[in-house]
């Protein structure tokens, strides 16, 4: 696995390969097939990966509540719902966005403030146990520059499609 510090590098070395491997993708390979082949490659490497290594995805991630996870947060941190969304939210088209990267949340133990009800986007990142991903492949390529287990799965797929890139 791809070491945190060599990840950018190697993002930017690859990026023209993976987008070509999106395309790749969208032609040649079965949706189904996909998500089965994600789902595999998701459980077998996050259950060797421990995220509180890391935490990249918190450092780089904007991360998206709903309003009633802004409510659950908001108890948990004993605040108001309008304290909490001053302080730590902005509303981007509808969407409450965490206003700040790093997360507000992220202490310097990798550990989350929130743990106990951060929001489903922070849950299900890096999205790679989902179902649909030839059609969110973009946001795949783009968490393989955050994610060095989502990059490890990227390197893993071109293999088994014995994809060849050339420039």
């Not at 206003?99 to 929130?114: R, V």
Request: a negative charge; hydrophobic letters at 30%.
């Amino acid at each position: 696995m791809i070491e945190l510090k060599d990840l950018k590098e190697a993002y930017y070395a690859k990026e023209d390969e993976n987008y070509a491997f999106r395309v790749y993708l969208k032609n040649h390979a079965d949706s189904k097939t996909l998500d089965e082949q994600f789902l595999s490659l998701h459980n077998e490497l996050f259950s060797a990966y421990d995220c509180n290594d890391c935490r990249n995805c918190c450092k780089k991630y904007e991360a998206t509540f709903k309003a009633h996870e802004i409510t659950e947060a908001a108890n948990l941190l004993h605040m108001t719902v309008k304290s909490f969304k001053e302080k730590y939210i902005i509303d981007a088209f509808g969407e409450y966005q965490i206003n700040t990267k790093p997360c507000h949340f992220l202490a310097d133990d990798n550990s989350c403030a929130i743990e106990p009800c951060k929001p489903d986007s922070c849950r299900k990142y890096p999205y790679t146990n989902q179902p649909d991903r030839l059609f969110s492949s973009l946001s795949i390529i783009e968490s393989s520059r955050v994610c060095p287990v989502v990059y490890e799965m990227l390197e893993r797929l071109k293999l088994t499609y014995d994809f060849k890139y050339v420039k």
